[in-house]
């Protein structure tokens, strides 16, 4: 099979990575690109850059050439931010079988005709796809046929007895999601412990840079490391024995997500403490729920005084790379090529491409 996964994220940065290269370890011919004002198609055959709208048509008829050679999956992870391109490509390679990737709630905190346009985008990509893929199970409210594809993390498991119980650990995007105000009185409550933060700052905003400088200000055991690159993070996670998720609680911006981070600390063996957020209510028999910040810290205690009640001591099944990339293939045999009538994506040649949303992928 030729697995082609169109992103707005270069390759590197991009969450979908690991499932990419997880089909390409199996056996697949699996292809990036990203999507931008330089396209880029990286695969076996090494980088090709192309650029502009000329750029664009040639990528296409690349991909045709490409998926001409066997069965082709198209996954779209675009999150809709670009819709016009996304139907360019969909018109322009209508061989093969088109999923679309829903991995958050992609109208986020948007409003008015930025919201109308988002969810409309959404509901036209997803309906010209053979299958819509889930990250989290709570968006089948809004997807009842859409499949569910579960998060998944490859990082060696170390055992941490000693450790389970001191210094935190949280690698998080540092956005609207981020609950500083719950981390400060949790660091208040902990004085004798270090909570080490690593994350970006979402587009640089001045005003959340300066919210986690003044934290780090008034708590001196907390600190902000900044970005960090998915090589180095068997060495950030190394030291810790306890990961720490603090994402605001009924938010629409955390209500759709599955956090890759619960499944890369379980992974490697550590203990995890996160706010009450749907997917940590799913993964309880894993997750410690702390519902206030007076709950880490009796969470942290027990954790390093009684082992019994660690949630992580023995190894986690099934939410490797490879369990994802096999279900991935077991749900295109499952679907068929879109019927993607010509009427369908003439009716919305005209859609408007207005400013582009935020990305988020990073939870």
């Not at 699996?30 to 055959?45: M, P």
């Not at 490409?66 to 322009?92: E, H, K, Q």
């Not at 009450?276 to 309880?284: E, G, H």
């Not at 949630?311 to 045999?333: H, L, P, Y």
Request: charged fraction near 25%; hydrophobic fraction near 40%.
């Amino acid at each position: 099979m030729i697995v082609i996964f169109i992103s707005a994220r270069a390759y590197e940065q991009d969450f979908r990575k690991f499932l990419l290269d997880a089909l390409r370890a199996d056996g697949h011919e699996a292809w990036h690109v990203r999507v931008g004002r330089t396209n880029v198609l990286a695969g076996a055959e090494g980088v090709e850059e192309f650029d502009g709208i000329a750029g664009l048509l040639r990528l296409i008829r690349r991909l045709r050439t490409i998926g001409a050679r066997g069965n082709v999956v198209y996954l779209d992870t675009t999150g809709a931010i670009m819709p016009v391109r996304s139907l360019l490509f969909r018109l322009g390679l209508r061989a093969g079988t088109w999923c679309f990737d829903v991995y958050d709630n992609l109208v986020y905190n948007y409003r008015g005709a930025r919201w109308l346009k988002t969810r409309f985008s959404i509901w036209l990509l997803s309906r010209l796809s053979s299958a819509t893929i889930l990250l989290s199970r709570e968006s089948l409210r809004h997807f009842p046929s859409a499949h569910h594809l579960d998060n998944a993390w490859d990082i060696s498991r170390h055992e941490r007895n000693h450790e389970a119980g001191g210094d935190m650990v949280v690698l998080s995007a540092i956005d609207e999601r981020f609950d500083f105000g719950f981390l400060e009185e949790v660091a208040k409550l902990l004085p004798d412990r270090q909570f080490v933060v690593y994350g970006y700052v979402l587009h640089d905003n001045p005003a959340v840079k300066q919210r986690m400088a003044g934290l780090c200000a008034r708590q001196r055991n907390v600190s902000f490391k900044g970005r960090y690159a998915f090589g180095d993070i068997p060495d950030i996670v190394r030291p810790f024995g306890i990961g720490l998720t603090p994402y605001v609680v009924g938010d629409p911006l955390t209500e759709f997500i599955n956090p890759d981070k619960y499944y890369l600390f379980l992974q490697a063996g550590m203990e995890v403490i996160s706010t009450d957020i749907p997917q940590a209510r799913r993964m309880a028999d894993r997750v410690h729920i702390a519902r206030k910040p007076e709950d880490v810290a009796e969470i942290a205690r027990r954790i390093q005084n009684e082992p019994a009640q660690r949630k992580n001591a023995d190894a986690m099944t099934g939410f490797s790379w490879r369990d994802r990339a096999r279900e991935f293939c077991e749900i295109v045999r499952a679907t068929g090529p879109a019927r993607q009538s010509e009427k369908t994506i003439h009716a919305v040649g005209s859609l408007a491409s207005a400013s582009v949303p935020a990305r988020r992928s990073e939870q």
